[in-house]
């Protein structure tokens, strides 16, 4: 909900291949795979291109550490060849020629030190998280889905069968799960069962933190919520600090209607606040509500978000005290967000609003997944200068100047130098808002299967949860064992409005899962292959 943006390709893409039966694909996509499989590697495209690409990332990458070698080798060979007496008489003259100039320099090191240590960033670091996991009773398999919605006679039979094609090629698997209200039969959305549903996904996401941590909860001082389209009164932070008890002081923030990335505005809200006050912990809480969401009409626009959302939350404690770093697991590096508001076909494309019969549903337009990538495009622009190694820049740098001479001189021109991520970052979690966005992204970033395994086992095991799905998603990378000391981890969501954020974290520790974890019981099932949305037997 609220602008997760998995579905605009999936609508975009029409009724295209969707009479072409599950089985006929799997066979179409394996004799694909079999003609492009080669017997050997080019040996010559990998020598000319990735070694040498290696070498030059060395090279630049490594740079001053190389120009400083034979400086210090030359010092040292001349200070093995100086005698006592040459030494003495060094101290002697420094003491009485260069006495003034010794003091200033040792005072202006002391002041810059002073201002550089006063004025710098606090250290913001990630304690633990935790991530709900729902019931068994709330699984809802596609064809429990599908037997529901026509049972509840709120969709016409073309609705029914659209919602079934997006189903088989969405990604989800038989145990994503919906809110109690929506297994009624008929559903029973209502004010007091949206309160049930906030109520468990927070408070059992919070519970399992809090226990994990041994946090006291009134030593919380900073507490931000963010749902995008459930905002009661009180708001759903006043319900956290009811329901713990936290302090009178407590600073609480509650964001809607900001979609699947307002999880990162949140962090980046967070980060701003423990600049300014020292000493104190910020909890992060971010969810979807589903029961009031849920849209019973017929416009199919509005129908790919019942396909693809699904209950979800996570608890995420932050730290800006020092002595803190020996239990985070993470350090919070950088948050860069990117907002294309001021675009009208950005801001329409995932737009909450009225069908032609008054039901009101969140519209997904088809334009969704080229203005993801417009946003994609200016946030790693932004981001990659402070992520990238110097040698990638100057190869990006180089090939927008080739760009813009041989556009001048009228020759075709090349395409542009696509920035290598994966010397960036170990890992990546990209938002499971859907399929069609992992795809792009994979292709778009040039990434390996195993880039984006997190993103879609996450997709297949819990469905879309919007702003918590990149922490279902860390929590995979976590259970599975694959963090280690040193890792960055990238994490990057869409949002309505449209909104594009990534923040990065830097791994303190080899991280272990947390005692609770979502996939504490299944992780040892995956990864599955999947494949035009089947999972496939490895």
């Known amino acids: 909900m609220g602008g997760g943006g998995g579905g605009g390709t999936i609508a975009n893409g029409g009724d295209q291949g969707v009479h072409m039966g599950g089985n006929h694909r799997r066979h179409h996509h394996h004799q694909q795979r079999r003609r492009g499989r080669r017997v050997l590697p080019d040996f010559l495209q990998s020598v000319n291109l990735r070694h040498v690409k290696l070498g030059y990332h060395y090279l630049v990458s490594h740079i001053l550490a190389l120009l400083l070698i034979p400086l210090i080798a030359a010092i040292l060979i001349e200070a093995s060849r100086a005698s006592p007496d040459d030494l003495r008489r060094l101290w002697l003259s420094l003491q009485q020629d260069h006495l003034v100039s010794v003091l200033v320099a040792s005072a202006f090191l002391v002041f810059a030190s002073t201002a550089y240590l006063s004025t710098r960033p606090r250290p913001i670091y990630l304690v633990d998280f935790a991530c709900y996991r729902p019931p068994d009773r709330l699984s809802a398999p596609p064809d429990r889905f599908m037997a529901h919605s026509r049972l509840c006679e709120k969709f016409d039979e073309s609705s029914l069968q659209f919602q079934e094609r997006i189903l088989e090629r969405s990604g989800l698997g038989e145990e994503t799960y919906l809110p109690d209200a929506l297994h009624n039969l008929p559903p029973k959305p209502s004010m007091a069962a949206a309160r049930e549903e906030a109520e468990a996904v927070m408070f059992g996401a919070l519970d399992s933190l809090f226990r994990n941590t041994s946090l006291n909860p ?220 992992i795809d792009e992204l994979e292709n778009n970033l040039q990434l390996l299967p195993s880039h984006v395994e997190a993103s879609r086992m996450t997709l297949h095991r819990f469905g879309n949860t919007s702003s918590s799905s990149i922490w279902y998603e860390l929590a995979y990378l976590e259970a599975k064992g694959r963090i280690r000391s040193g890792h960055r981890v990238w994490q990057i969501a869409f949002g309505s409005g449209f909104k594009c954020n990534s923040v990065v974290w830097h791994a303190l520790r080899n991280v272990k899962p947390s005692p609770g974890s979502p996939w504490e019981d299944c992780v040892h099932r995956y990864p599955i292959q999947i494949i035009d949305g089947f999972p496939q037997s490895q």
């Not at 609480?252 to 600049?275: E, K």
């Open 218 to 437: 009134r030593d919380i001082g900073i507490l931000v919520v963010n749902c995008s389209l459930f905002n009661p009164t009180p708001s759903l932070s006043a319900m956290i600090v009811n329901r713990y008890h936290l302090r009178g002081n407590i600073r609480t923030f509650n964001l809607g209607g900001m979609g699947c990335s307002a999880g990162v505005i949140s962090l980046d809200l967070a980060r701003d606040l423990l600049q300014v006050h020292r000493s104190t912990y910020a909890v992060v809480v971010s969810t979807e509500n589903i029961t009031q969401n849920w849209y019973f009409g017929n416009r199919k626009s509005m129908l790919i978000p019942n396909c693809l959302f699904r209950v979800g939350c996570s608890a995420v404690l932050l730290s800006n005290r020092r002595f803190d770093r020996s239990r985070a697991k993470y350090r919070l590096a950088h948050v860069v967000r990117t907002h294309r508001g001021a675009d009208d076909r950005a801001f329409r494309c995932v737009y909450q609003e009225e069908d032609n019969a008054g039901k009101v549903g969140v519209s997904l337009s088809k334009d969704l997944m080229a203005i993801a990538g417009e946003a994609l495009k200016a946030n790693i622009t932004t981001l990659g200068p402070l992520v990238l190694p110097i040698s990638e820049q100057l190869l990006f740098f180089a090939s927008l100047v080739a760009r813009k001479i041989l556009k001048k001189s009228a020759v075709n021109v090349m395409k542009p130098y696509i920035p290598d991520f994966k010397l960036a970052f170990e890992h990546f979690c990209i938002h499971a808002g859907g399929r069609a966005v």
